[in-house]
């Protein structure tokens, strides 16, 4: 699929963009004094959503009222601070940045040659698997407080732990790294670690299968 040369313009922007902001929400919040970690992440998802319109390649105006919906109520729940919300907030997170992974996922295969937007899709790709396993993590802690035990803190990850540790969690996972400092032992805890153990390898096969085939072909 080849775009004129003002959207494939525009998508590289974009994509550069939600890298930015990528990095910076599951990296750069860890070193953010604590009383503004939720605020800096909030901020950063908002930018997120906003660039997502983008880079899929498709501006609708459906998907920008849902992106819309899903702004203010990130900053709903994070004004008036009640669980319910937070839940349901991480929920729809999760479910709206796995659709932008499948969206970024057919455009990569459809890509006719490597280009600097395709490396950035693929990358893309990886942080934001990543960031959705991270809500799912967090979702879990909600739901079950005594599912992921840290080791060094002899206590269990909830509701109130800081983002970018469940980010650090997801990550670690997914590389297969495996430090044990965070442990899963319930059933969904360990489900979850199992999702990502499987998960982070096997896209990286992929996209480099994908990868060393374009670029052989000639494509």
Request: aromatic share 12%; proline share 3%; with cysteine.
């Amino acid at each position: 699929m080849s775009l004129p040369m003002h959207k494939e313009r525009r998508l590289l922007y974009a994509n550069q963009l939600l890298l930015t902001l990528s990095i910076a929400l599951l990296i750069l919040t860890a070193f953010i004094p604590a009383p503004l970690q939720n605020f800096v992440s909030a901020f950063l998802l908002t930018g997120i959503f906003l660039t997502s319109i983008y880079v899929g390649g498709s501006s609708s105006p459906r998907l920008i009222a849902v992106v819309v919906l899903l702004v203010v109520l990130q900053w709903v729940a994070h004004v008036i601070e009640r669980e319910y919300l937070a839940l349901m907030t991480a929920a729809l997170n999760s479910i709206y940045i796995l659709y932008l992974v499948v969206r970024m996922a057919i455009q990569f295969s459809s890509a006719q040659r490597v280009t600097t937007n395709t490396l950035l899709i693929a990358v893309n790709g990886y942080l934001l698997i990543g960031l959705t396993c991270a809500l799912y993590a967090l979702l879990i802690a909600h739901l079950a407080p005594d599912s992921f035990y840290v080791a060094r803190e002899n206590a269990f990850l909830s509701a109130d732990t800081q983002f970018h540790t469940f980010a650090y969690y997801a990550f670690i996972n997914m590389s297969t790294v495996g430090f044990g400092d965070i442990i899963p032992v319930t059933n969904a805890g360990r489900a979850l670690a199992v999702l990502l153990a499987v998960t982070g390898p096997l896209y990286i096969a992929i996209v480099i299968a994908f990868l060393v085939g374009k670029y052989a072909g000639g494509k």
